[in-house]
């Protein structure tokens, strides 16, 4: 019953949030999305929640996690960085969470992980695709992983009978669990996950090189007070818990982790000196979604959505630059459209965006 009323306030909370209200908001989406090239594994891994092999010493840290708002919202009081790595079958991660105060208490697969202090992933591996996997998990490695139709601000649909297939996860504490009387330093995520448990459309069982994926990671912080009890919630002057804390390492400009259009991007490389080579994609893509955000608010107070960037640019002035370097196509119907957005400089760069999020390159 716990599930479905969880499943039921996402449901509601994504309706009330499907429309930027105003330019402030439209302006808090504007951060760029952080980019991790993924190295190749030279050697195996052991999934036991350390990273003492070679294979990990060669990877790379994350930029620490910042504020899920980002802006000038202040730096989290905790470090939660991760590193990647990946063979031809399998995809690797592992998070290392600055916690002076290890602690967790679920202990049932697929409860609601993040009522407890937790670490979750969130992947979407096929670009052209609405589906994406959501998996968290505690101090104590209980696993909660689910299936996303496309996000709930969409109608989008949680299937919580998803199964990670022959995923393995292991945690380690640098200190003691639920225990708070003394201090601890760290906790640990050590994750292995097949791609074939991924790639569930029969894209194939296996990482290409130069393979780009969508992907963030998010820590949920609760605030807590020790008591005789142990570690107990913090509440306010009216008895209301006090809200979680939510870092992530792309930062989103909301608190809504479901908006896959503003994850980070991973490329599978197997030379350190292999750079992103799709700016140019990266750039069509914002300026899709740029151009979807303010529809929505040009259609909450016209009751219509735009048929021209020059109706949109009275919203916003500054998106009339994207003429420069696209041509735009409207097409329009009652309570619908759909938009066509080609490069200038490049004919075979182009893209389509409608009024459900539904994008193809």
Do not use: C
């Not at 808090?28 to 190295?39: C, R």
């Not at 697929?110 to 670490?119: L, S």
């Not at 050590?190 to 069982?205: A, D, H, Q, R, T």
């Amino acid at each position: 019953m716990k599930t479905v009323f969880f499943i039921l306030a996402l449901t509601l909370q994504a309706t009330t949030n499907f429309a930027q209200r105003n330019v402030g908001d439209f302006l808090q989406l504007q951060s760029k999305p952080e980019i991790y090239y993924v190295k190749k594994a030279q050697s195996q891994i052991k999934i036991d929640g350390k990273d003492d092999e070679i294979a990990w010493s060669r990877a790379s840290w994350t930029n620490a996690f910042k504020d899920i708002e980002g802006g000038n919202k202040p730096d989290p009081e905790l470090e939660t960085r991760v590193k990647m790595l990946w063979d031809n079958e399998n995809f690797y991660l592992f998070a290392k969470l600055e916690e002076p105060h290890i602690n967790g208490y679920l202990k049932q697969k697929d409860t609601i992980i993040y009522h407890d202090n937790d670490f979750e992933l969130f992947l979407k591996p096929n670009l052209q695709s609405a589906e994406y996997i959501e998996i968290e998990v505690n101090a104590l490695n209980t696993i909660m992983d689910l299936l996303m139709t496309k996000p709930y601000r969409f109608g989008g649909k949680a299937n919580l009978n998803w199964d990670t297939k022959d995923i393995q996860s292991a945690v380690y504490h640098s200190g003691t669990i639920n225990n708070p009387t003394d201090k601890d330093n760290f906790w640990t995520v050590e994750m292995k996950i097949p791609v074939k448990s991924l790639k569930y459309f029969g894209e194939g069982n296996q990482i290409r090189v130069n393979e780009v994926w969508k992907i963030n990671f998010s820590r949920v912080q609760w605030h807590y007070d020790i008591t005789d009890q142990g570690y107990v919630k913090r509440k306010d002057t009216t008895g209301k818990l006090l809200a979680e804390e939510n870092w992530v390492w792309s930062p989103i400009g909301l608190i809504n982790m479901h908006y896959p259009e503003r994850w980070g991007h991973i490329k599978f490389v197997e030379q350190d000196n292999q750079k992103f080579l799709d700016e140019q994609f990266l750039a069509l893509e914002k300026a899709a979604w740029n151009i979807f955000y303010l529809q929505q608010l040009y259609r909450h107070a016209n009751k219509r959505y735009a048929t021209s960037l020059s109706e949109l640019s009275k919203l916003y002035p500054e998106i009339n630059a994207l003429r420069k370097h696209y041509s735009f196509l409207f097409s329009n119907a009652n309570n619908f459209y759909r938009l066509e957005i080609k490069s200038k400089a490049l004919p075979d760069l182009k893209t389509t965006i409608d009024n459900q999020g539904n994008i193809y390159f």
